[in-house]
């Protein structure tokens, strides 16, 4: 698995001076409602066009910007720039916190280069293309699944999926501005990765999406704990195909899901710790054995959570 250790230099950007019109809008002060889109800059599209200037954005190093992560497909990256920044990603605002600290994340499918422009309290402007690492997803087919919970839906079982996009869309609809990602992440429960992030799914014979998360095959009742600090937006324990779910938000609109919990011990709304029990591994919803399946997602695309958790061997045992 790739795995690296970025500090990158940010480099100032001559004759950039100036924040655009989409840049003014980045910052989010409070925990605000999301918009559904937000159309790509004029500015990023042209910036993309130029590789000559992207070349030369490189060459110049102002230490005003530290990144911390994988800088691949599915990765996530924490970022430090100088207090009072904005900063947007491939265009789309990204929240910043007052310290400015920031999370940068790559979806599965995300193309070779992504552009980082940062605009700074004096307004000065710093750009930086950032190379995404191509990844391989293997196929994934799984057998014995009830089918119901398959295809073939009926009227009833449609409603309560629909019930049940409602609740998560709803839980999804803020985000705190604070940071609680910043002390790190660590593996909820450990045990044999049984589904990896990305792998392209055949279920009974049927293909489906690409699988959301990663999967830790444990003993049913084994406890799961928060992965990072947080605050619990859904806990909901008859959810059709996730069964107990919960949803934590680490902050700055990165959030955590738990999948097909037999047991949830926090409420919506609760500030969790990393490390606390959330709840006990299950085998409810769509599943074929015990299992916790852990979903990652920032400002809505879907990231690889065993890039941010680490080595399975160096955690912390002791919850099994
Ligand atoms: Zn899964």
Redesign the pocket.
Known sequence: MLKSFLVLNMMALGGCATATATDAKIAAPESVALAPETLKSAEFEEAMAEADERQRVFSDPAESLALTGDLVQGGLVFATTLPGARVSLDGEPVMVSDEGRFILGFGRDHGKSALLVVTHADSSVVRRALDIADREFPVDRIDGLDQSKVSGFTEAQLKKIGEDNAKKDAARKVSDPAPFWAGGFSWPVTGRIS?VFGSQRILNGEAKRP?????VAAPAGAPVKAPADGIVRLAESNMYFEGGLVFIDHGQRLESAF??LSRIDVKAGERVKAGQVIGAVGATGR?TGP?M?W?LKWMGTLVDPALVAGDMRQADNSGR
């Open positions: 589904g699988h959301s998360g990663v999967d999948l097909h599943a299992h399946h979903s």
